[in-house]
C-alpha cells in the first residue's frame, strides 16, 4: 500500500515537473514567433529593398542605353531619378538587414560597390557621348564590360535574396521543431496529469469503500456498546438504589441506640450527683461522641434523601426570632466548653419555608463555624430581611478559607487544608447538604473568606 502511495506521489510530482516545462517551453515558442514574425517582416522588407535597388539600377542602365543610341535626352529621367533614389533605397536596405550581420557585409562589401561600378559605368558613357558623339558612347555601350557590371549586380542581388529565404526557412524550421517539441511535453504533461487523476480517483475510491466499512462496523460496534452500556447502568443504577436503600436503613437503624446511649449517659449524669470529676470527664466524652455520631448519620441521612430526590418541602410559616433561639440554645452549651462567644440577632419576622429544612441548614452553618474556630475567637448568627428576601449570616473569626479550595467548598466529601480546633471529626458533608438543602427552598449560597481573618456564609431565602 506505501509502494502504490509512493508511486501516485511521485508521477504527481513528475506531472507537476512536466507541467511547468511545458510552460516554460510555450513561453520560449510563443517569444520566438514573435521574433520569427518581425524577423520576417525584415527579410520581406530587405527582399523588397533589395529589389527596388536593382530596379533603380535597371532604370539607370536602359536610360543610358536609350540616351546613347537615340541621343533623346527624355531617356536621361529615368536615369537621374534612379540617382536620386539609389541611396534612399541603399540605407532603407541596410535597416532591414541591420541584425544580420552577415547579409550587411555582403551588402556593404559586394552589392553596393557593385551598383556603384554600374552607376559609374552609366555616368561614363554619358560623358563619352557629351565628349566624342553618339557612335563612340554606342561602341562604348556595346563593350562586355558594361553587361559584366549589369550582371554581377543582378547576381549579387539574386544571391542576397537567396540568402534572406534560407535565413527565413531555417528560423521556421526551428519554430516547427520547437512546436513539436512543445506539443509532445504538453501531450506527455496532461497524460500524466491524467493517469495520476485517476490512479488518484480509484486509491480514493478504495479508500472510501474502506472508510464506509469501517463506519459500518463502528455503527455495528456501537450498537453494541450502547446495548452494554444501557445493560451496565442499569446495573449501576440497580447496584446504587441498593446502596441508597441500605445506607438509609443502616443509618436510620444506628441513630435508634446512639440515641438510647446518648440518653442513658444524660440518666447517668443527672442520677447522681456527687461523681467523681474523672467520671464526668468519661461520661461528657460518651455524649459528645454520641452526638457526633447522630450528626453523622443526620448527614448521612439527608445526603442519601438528595441523591434520590425524596427531600420532602413543607412550606408553613416561621417564626425567625423563635428558631435563631433553638439554635442558639442547641449550640450553647458547646460554645461554652470551647470558650467561644456565640451572638445571635434577628429581625422579628414570619417567613414561609420548612422550618426543618432550615433547621438543617443553620446547625451546619453553625457547627462548622465552632468546629474550626479556637478559643476567645466570637460566632455570630444573624438573619436580616431586605427586599422580600431574608439573608442568613454565620461568621466566625477562624483561620479563613483558601482561595484555591473554594470552588471545592460545597462538593461532597470534601477535604480541606484546615482543621478541626477541638478534635472533631468531619464527614466533609456539611456544606453539600446546605448548599443542596438552600436551592431546595429556593435560596442561594454563598461565602465570602480571607485568610487569618475567618469566613461569612450567607444563606438568602425568599420571606414568602
Not at 107 to 127: M, T
Not at 387 to 403: A, M, N, R, Y
Request: glycine share 4%; aromatic share 6%; charged share 25%.
Amino acid at each position: 500500500m506505501s509502494r502504490r502511495k509512493d508511486k501516485v506521489f511521485i508521477m504527481l510530482i513528475v506531472s507537476i515537473g512536466l507541467s511547468i516545462v511545458c510552460s516554460f517551453v510555450a513561453y520560449l515558442s510563443t517569444r520566438e514567433k514573435a521574433e520569427t514574425q518581425e524577423l520576417v517582416i525584415d527579410t520581406y522588407q530587405a527582399i523588397n529593398a533589395c529589389e527596388r535597388l536593382f530596379s533603380l539600377v535597371k532604370d539607370m542602365e536602359t536610360g543610358t542605353h536609350g540616351y546613347n543610341i537615340t541621343s533623346d535626352s527624355i531617356f536621361l529621367e529615368p536615369f537621374f531619378e534612379a540617382i536620386e533614389r539609389i541611396p534612399e533605397e541603399t540605407e532603407k536596405l541596410r535597416m532591414a538587414v541591420a541584425s544580420n550581420d552577415q547579409q550587411l557585409r555582403f551588402l556593404d562589401k559586394r552589392i553596393l560597390p557593385a551598383v556603384e561600378n554600374r552607376k559609374n559605368a552609366s555616368i561614363l558613357s554619358l560623358r563619352i557621348h557629351n565628349a566624342f558623339g553618339r557612335d563612340s558612347a554606342s561602341h562604348w555601350v556595346a563593350m562586355p564590360i558594361g553587361k559584366a557590371h549589369m550582371d554581377t549586380v543582378r547576381l549579387l542581388v539574386s544571391t542576397f535574396v537567396h540568402n534572406e529565404q534560407a535565413t527565413l526557412a531555417e528560423r521556421e524550421a526551428t519554430l516547427d521543431r520547437n512546436s513539436r517539441i512543445e506539443e509532445i511535453v504538453q501531450f506527455s504533461s496532461f497524460g500524466l496529469i491524467a493517469l495520476t487523476c485517476t490512479l488518484a480517483f480509484l486509491r480514493l475510491s478504495k479508500e472510501l469503500r474502506k472508510i464506509s466499512h469501517l463506519v459500518d462496523r463502528l455503527e455495528l460496534a456501537n450498537e453494541t456498546l450502547e446495548e452494554k452500556v444501557q445493560m451496565r447502568t442499569q446495573q449501576l443504577s440497580e447496584a446504587n438504589a441498593s446502596k441508597d436503600h441500605f445506607l438509609g436503613v443502616a443509618s436510620h437503624d444506628l441513630k435508634t441506640p446512639l440515641a438510647g446511649m446518648q440518653g442513658l449517659v444524660r440518666l447517668m449524669k443527672l442520677e447522681k450527683k456527687d461523681r467523681s470529676e474523672n467520671d464526668l470527664d468519661y461520661l461528657n466524652y460518651l455524649e459528645d461522641a454520641c452526638q457526633a455520631m447522630l450528626n453523622m448519620i443526620a448527614n448521612l441521612l439527608d445526603i442519601n434523601r438528595i441523591d434520590r430526590k425524596e427531600v420532602l418541602f413543607r412550606k408553613e410559616p416561621v417564626a425567625v426570632k423563635k428558631l435563631l433561639g433553638q439554635i442558639e440554645q442547641e449550640f450553647s452549651a458547646h460554645a461554652i466548653k470551647k470558650g467561644i462567644p456565640l451572638h445571635v440577632s434577628s429581625d422579628d419576622v414570619v417567613i414561609q419555608t420548612d422550618p426543618a429544612n432550615l433547621v438543617r441548614i443553620l446547625e451546619n452553618l453553625v457547627s462548622n463555624a465552632l468546629k474550626f474556630s479556637s478559643r476567645g475567637q466570637e460566632v455570630s448568627l444573624k438573619a436580616s430581611v431586605a427586599d422580600s428576601h431574608i439573608t442568613f449570616d454565620v461568621l466566625d473569626h477562624g483561620p479563613g478559607i483558601v482561595p484555591e479550595e473554594i470552588p471545592s467548598l460545597f462538593t461532597k466529601f470534601a477535604r480541606l487544608s484546615n482543621k478541626p480546633t477541638g478534635g472533631e471529626g468531619s464527614s466533609g458533608l456539611g456544606l453539600a447538604i446546605v448548599k443542596d438543602l438552600t436551592e431546595v427552598a429556593g435560596g442561594t449560597l454563598s461565602v465570602e473568606s480571607k485568610r487569618g481573618q475567618g469566613s461569612v456564609f450567607s444563606v438568602r431565602l425568599p420571606v414568602n
